[in-house]
């Protein structure tokens, strides 16, 4: 078992580090809100008082943040930068969905100090991370990847080597790209069908059972009261972001320029949820883009 420092306790972080204690790890995770922390360390973690203290004495430092500023600033710009006191020991794995471009920066900047930094970002939602059962996309070297791999089995199920340092992160914005694509999709049929006289639960069930079936009429399903458990049956409340995903397709955008890749889908549904977003509804999980259609279609 290892001596792991955990940074970025939110919706997913929290689970995360809550699933290593209990794989059996030794775990000091540091939050800058208390009441992230709390339920972390009452499942068994020590409490760090900063993140300089997180990784003190760390094998694997693990950190999940909102975005690749938080990450530079975390690791090489801010006040006490950690690649300043990480040993070269240390396995440093981000699992933040950032740029692709800031991954490799700072992977060659850890590697110019003796660090290895990986990027591991993953996906699942808050419920993957609360079961345990997130995919992780890695990029880093085949070592690199051997070492992450049975830390990350304390967090996921599907352990992915995507390739070299910044393909973890491009296998993300491609995987969310197609999402947000399925998400805005199956919204616009459910509402077509409802805006018809279908009940939205007979109208699910079909389509999970011909052609039409994926990931979000499956476990995801974004319209209320069809599926238990999920956000739509909350309000909306808790899951994925409308702003993480609106963010998560702006990295999808910029991959899209630098290649030369057409993504005329993927520009329609950042589009959509930008437009949701707009409205207010950023804070909603993505799956509430349903009610675009619905009050497009009751303007």
Request: proline share 4%.
């Amino acid at each position: 078992m290892a001596t792991i420092g955990f940074i970025g306790l939110g919706n997913m972080g929290g689970p995360m580090a809550i699933n290593l204690v209990k794989a059996g790890h030794q775990v000091k995770a540091f939050d800058l809100y208390k009441e992230a922390l709390a339920p972390v360390v009452d499942a068994g973690a020590t409490a760090a008082g900063s993140a300089a203290e997180a990784v003190s004495g760390a094998e694997i430092v693990i950190s999940m943040l909102p975005a690749g500023r938080h990450v530079e600033n975390l690791y090489v710009s801010g006040e006490h930068p950690l690649f300043d006191i990480i040993s070269g020991d240390t396995l440093i794995i981000d699992s933040s969905t950032i740029e692709a471009s800031t991954a490799k920066r700072l992977s060659e900047i850890g590697t110019g100090r003796g660090l290895q930094f990986i990027d591991a970002p993953v996906s699942g939602g808050v419920g993957g991370a609360k079961a345990g059962t997130l995919a992780f996309m890695v990029g880093g070297s085949k070592a690199q990847f051997e070492k992450a791999k049975p830390i990350l089995e304390g967090m996921g199920k599907n352990i992915f080597h995507a390739g070299d340092h910044g393909a973890g992160q491009i296998a993300k914005a491609c995987n969310n790209m197609l999402l947000a694509i399925l998400m805005t999709g199956t919204c616009e049929a459910l509402n077509m069908g409802v805006k018809n006289g279908l009940d939205p639960a007979v109208l699910s069930e079909i389509m999970k059972q011909s052609s039409g079936s994926n990931w979000a009429l499956q476990v995801y399903n974004p319209y209320p009261g069809v599926m238990e458990g999920v956000p739509s049956s909350n309000d909306y409340q808790g899951g994925f972001q409308v702003n993480l995903m609106f963010k998560d397709l702006g990295l999808a955008m910029d991959l899209s320029q630098q290649s030369a890749s057409p993504i005329p889908m993927g520009s329609q549904a950042r589009a959509l949820f930008s437009m949701h977003k707009a409205k207010g509804n950023g804070g909603l999980d993505f799956s509430s883009v349903l009610k675009l259609y619905q009050d497009e279609n009751n303007a």
